[in-house]
């Protein structure tokens, strides 16, 4: 009884005052509890308090590891397994091995001992104690947490009683905590696991659950389980229930804008025969097609309703009616359209060369900038280096350079040669060391316009960043960028300046903590201007598309740098090149740009309202070898575009767009861009009848089905087809006017084995599983005989999954 006291007092103590857990294992306590457990091994009293210290310990995670490294698990199960006959023993044990078990980093471990130790049977047998209400809630609860386990989830099946046991709960216990516990218990051991349908099955498991759900009022979330578990022992599509199917059809009636319990209740639809009650079947349906329209963004909801349409349909061709969209077809006046964000906008002065160069005169008027003195350069470097041949080398270009400031073409040789000498990161912090950075500010400053030696100054700098990036932070602290973005301004036409001005803000602008210095001197105003003076300069082009790329990338400057783009004009100069020029290395630079752009909806409006765009795009696809990158990033750009934007639709449409993109995905492509074009053609004929009606004149049914066989392994294309597939025949919809290119039931037969095929061959993937079960119930609603083609051992293993099951 002693030891019984104390352990009681240590779980009150740990339940009071947790911090108190640190103190116990330093001082030896908890290793003394597990002794008092194990030298008393038959004692209930000791051995439930001691049970007690772990259990109050167990609440928080953070405690587990100490129960870990003592083995308290192992000792608790011991004890429980030694002491079957004490419901008390058995409820605490219970308890801890929940907390435990619902800690994912140690769950496996614990499960593992769970299994080799033999506990299964004891927490089996507890839950037979129905006199002891709180002890079976316990048990179930820990049978349910458990059971997320596949080897745990065999064990229970194998285990002669304990479905029996389960099934007995909810057909005798009132306590609606215990009777949820059991529900969730056998609705997790029949997931994926026929072993265990099977038993539940032949002990009467259906009636007994709807018969628990019907006879009592139960919560929406214990009602969408339930209903998951019947789907799972129905699957076999050999249970006939007029009752359950009545059920079922009050449920979604009463509940028409929950969409989990809608989800559930189409999933027992899915699986029940109908007996022949055709009435009963179009009333079902009429509430499945609610459903769909109704939550039509639920995934889980879209799937299971087609589903459960499918099955109707296979048992009653006769009450298939074409399915009418809830979102009828946009004309193009009624697109909608979206204002642009309010920018302001930089003046023309601002924008200007002149504006820029008197700003920056101001600037040094006012000591902003400063400018090393010659003399304070070339004091340190008097005396010859010694045992450094290659930095005394560096000495001596540099004073001879500045003795002799005026002569430019002698500043530009000593560029020439430091450039030469600058290889290693020791000769880069060499040349900072002798004032190589303060030389070129010096230099630069005295010959601003004299284009040869300001393009090799620039150079310099890249050489020097590019041996030892980090130079880079010398040559923000020197001012150096102020330098850089006067000669781009000073020598705005220079290929040379600017190629090179441009080099040294694209090596900065891979680290985004640079970003903000370059803005400090207004680096992407001038990155702009530079596009703008220079349109026809693919090489200026390319390094100014790369260095937005990378501002873009920044989410901290994103929104900025599109404002920025977009207010000062510069797409336009960015389409014409495209469009102007067909160079592969400006193209993939301007495409991913502009792909960038186009996710925002002010930069979409500004690219979709320039008369050029289109075409532009259009015409990079026609591009013979066109680079990969460059085809993803058009495509996208594209799909951005008309994207819920009818009017963007219809341009594309007018431009021979379809017809372009088929004609482009017939060439043999890399499965990501076959993907992309797809997307494209998908978000073209989704909810667009004309635009339908052009993709079958250029291939239809068996353009989409060629390359959904061509590239099987994809699910991303795979879905995309589906998805197609699904538009062709809501184009077919009565309600949207009759078709000039009906598809035919033929190619629908063959579209519909393939769907099938491939959901089959995807079982697991969402996307594949969602737009297939679309297609099949719009193809069948078109055709209705299809309904003899459909395979029901396909579709009963279609599943949406959500995180580890679904209910």
Not at 82 to 90: A, G
Not at 426 to 445: A, P, R
Request: with cysteine; hydrophobic share 40%.
């Amino acid at each position: 009884s002693v030891q019984a006291v104390a352990n009681a007092f240590l779980a009150e103590l740990v339940c009071v005052h947790p911090p108190s857990i640190i103190t116990m294992l330093r001082s030896g306590c908890l290793p003394l509890v597990l002794k008092s457990m194990d030298f008393h091994d038959k004692n209930v009293q000791v051995c439930t308090s001691a049970i007690s210290v772990f259990r109050a310990m167990s609440y928080d995670f953070s405690n587990h590891w100490i129960c870990n490294n003592i083995n308290a698990t192992t000792s608790i199960i011991e004890s429980m397994k030694i002491n079957q006959t004490s419901k008390e023993v058995l409820k605490e044990g219970c308890l801890f091995l929940q907390n435990i078990i619902c800690n994912h980093e140690i769950s496996s471990d614990t499960i593992d001992l769970i299994i080799s130790n033999g506990t299964l049977p004891i927490i089996v047998g507890a839950m037979s104690s129905q006199a002891h209400t709180d002890l079976v809630n316990c048990a179930s609860g820990l049978l349910g947490n458990l059971a997320i386990d596949d080897d745990i989830r065999e064990e229970i099946g194998r285990n002669s009683s304990s479905i029996a046991i389960m099934l007995e709960i909810l057909m005798t216990n009132l306590d609606e905590d215990l009777s949820k516990s059991a529900l969730i218990a056998l609705k997790r051991i029949s997931t994926d696991n026929e072993e265990n349908v099977t038993k539940i099955v032949e002990q009467d498991g259906v009636d007994v659950v709807s018969g628990f759900l019907k006879g009592k009022s139960v919560d929406k979330d214990l009602l969408a389980t339930g209903f998951g578990l019947l789907s799972d022992l129905t699957k076999n599509k050999s249970h006939k229930n007029s009752d359950l199917l009545g059920f079922v059809i009050s449920e979604m009636r009463n509940n028409a804008h929950l969409p989990q319990l809608q989800a559930a209740a189409c999933s027992v639809i899915r699986n029940l025969s109908v007996n022949d009650d055709i009435e009963q079947a179009k009333v079902a349906s009429a509430l499945v097609v609610a459903a769909m329209n109704c939550h039509e963004k639920d995934n889980r909801v879209q799937v299971e309703t087609c589903q459960a349409l499918l099955n109707l349909y296979t048992q009653f061709p006769s009450i298939v009616q074409p399915l009418v969209q809830q979102e009828l077809l946009l004309p193009d006046s009624q697109s909608p359209k979206r204002k642009r964000r309010k920018v302001e906008k930089t003046t023309a002065d601002e924008q200007g060369a002149d504006g820029t160069a008197a700003r920056l005169l101001e600037k040094n008027a006012l000591g902003v900038k400063t400018i090393p003195e010659i003399k304070h350069v070339l004091r340190p470097l008097k005396k010859a280096l010694k045992n450094d041949a290659v930095g005394d080398q560096m000495r001596l270009i540099i004073v001879t350079a500045l003795r002799n400031l005026d002569n430019y073409k002698l500043q530009n040789t000593a560029c020439e040669h430091l450039r030469c000498l600058v290889t290693s990161i020791k000769t880069c912090s060499t040349l900072v060391k002798l004032g190589g950075l303060k030389m070129i500010h010096i230099s630069v400053n005295q010959h601003p316009r004299k284009t040869a030696f300001v393009a090799e100054a620039m150079n310099l700098l890249i050489d020097l960043i590019s041996a030892n990036p980090s130079v880079s932070t010398t040559i923000v602290q020197e001012g150096l960028l102020d330098l850089v973005i006067e000669s781009m301004y000073s020598n705005a036409h220079n290929l040379r300046v600017q190629q090179a001005s441009l080099g040294i803000f694209r090596a900065l602008s891979y680290d985004f903590a640079k970003h903000s210095d370059i803005q400090n001197v207004k680096g992407v105003e001038g990155v702009v201007e530079s596009m703008k003076r220079n349109p026809k300069k693919f090489d200026i082009m390319k390094d100014a598309c790369l260095i937005l790329q990378n501002f873009l990338s920044n989410e901290e400057r994103r929104q900025e740098t599109v404002d920025l783009v977009t207010s000062l004009n510069v797409i336009p100069v960015i389409i014409d090149g495209m469009y102007s020029n067909k160079d592969m290395g400006f193209l993939v630079a301007a495409c991913g740009l502009v792909a960038n752009l186009a996710m925002d909806e002010d930069a979409k409006i500004v690219i979709s309202d320039y008369l050029l765009s289109m075409k532009t795009f259009l015409a990079v696809l026609e591009c013979t070898n066109i680079d990969a990158d460059v085809a993803i990033s058009t495509l996208t750009v594209l799909r951005l575009l008309l994207t819920a934007n009818q009017e963007n639709k219809r341009k594309i449409a007018e431009g021979s767009g379809i017809q372009t993109v088929t004609d482009f995905l017939r060439a043999p492509q890399e499965v990501i861009v076959a993907e992309s074009g797809l997307e494209l053609l998908a978000e073209m004929v989704d909810n667009n009848a004309d635009n339908s009606e052009q993709l079958k004149v250029c291939g239809g049914i068996q353009f989409v089905t060629s390359l959904m066989k061509g590239k099987p392994r994809s699910p991303a294309l795979q879905a995309l087809g589906c998805r197609i597939l699904c538009s062709f025949a809501k184009s077919a919809n009565p309600s949207f006017g009759v078709s000039t290119h009906p598809i035919q039931v033929e190619e629908s037969e063959e579209a519909l084995k393939l769907v099938l095929s491939m959901m089959k061959s995807h079982m697991y993937n969402n996307s594949v599983q969602l737009e297939g079960s679309l297609a099949l119930v719009h193809l069948c609603s078109v055709f209705p005989t299809l309904t003899k083609s459909l395979d029901s051992s396909i579709l009963c293993q279609s599943v949406y999954r959500i995180g580890l099951f679904s209910h």
